[in-house]
């Protein structure tokens, strides 16, 4: 007798890929408009100054 195709598995494989290619859809895009010059700004309370508090 054959087995019964398992189609939970099936289904639980496609949406793992679908997931996937969709992540590394919108990294693909996050690349693309860094890459552009619209960078993320960053935090207020953060700048370039070394550890020691001096800036050189």
Known sequence: MARKP???FEKRQKD???QKKKE???QKK???KD???N???EPE???DTPEGGQPE
Request: charged share 30%; net charge neutral; no cysteine.
């Open 16 to 18: 793992l890929a679908r």
């Open 30 to 32: 996050a690349l693309k």
């Open 6 to 8: 398992n189609y939970n």
């Open 39 to 41: 960078d993320i700004p």
């Open 24 to 26: 590394e859809k919108l």
């Open 45 to 47: 309370g953060q700048d």
């Open 35 to 37: 890459a552009q010059g």
